[in-house]
């Protein structure tokens, strides 16, 4: 049975940092290409960042020089560490795991991230 489990989440006020860990089971998890999206309420889900099977890794603009991706192959799990945090980020982050050239396509419930002061 496959499962991706993220923790991390909560409230943190503007400025501030937050780090996402994602958990999986059941998937050879050194194949698959990793990601974090994210869902505000009324808005469609976005990918926030991503990193390959190799460690090549791709950020949202909106992002890009406050979050960072990483992977750990030995432990099957994926991080997103989270800077100078803006109420603008608030949305569920949701963990997903790909493989590519198949369906194989995997996500976790997600954890509510709320900046707010």
């Known amino acids: 049975q496959v499962q991706l489990v993220e923790s991390g989440g909560g409230l943190v006020q503007p400025g501030g940092s937050l780090r996402l860990s994602c958990v999986t089971s059941?998937?050879?998890?050194?194949?698959?290409?990793m990601g974090w999206y994210r869902q505000a309420p009324g808005k469609q889900r976005e990918l926030v960042a991503a990193i390959s099977n190799g460690g090549t890794t791709n950020y949202a603009d909106s992002v890009k020089g406050r979050f960072t991706i990483s992977r750990d192959n030995d432990k099957n799990m994926v991080y997103l560490n989270m800077n100078i945090l803006k109420p603008e980020d608030t949305a569920v982050y949701l963990c997903?795991?790909?493989?590519?050239?198949?369906?194989?396509?995997?996500w976790g419930q997600g954890t509510q991230v709320t900046v707010s002061s």
């Open positions: 059941g998937i050879a998890f050194s194949i698959y290409a």
């Open positions: 997903n795991g790909r493989r590519s050239g198949t369906f194989r396509n995997y």
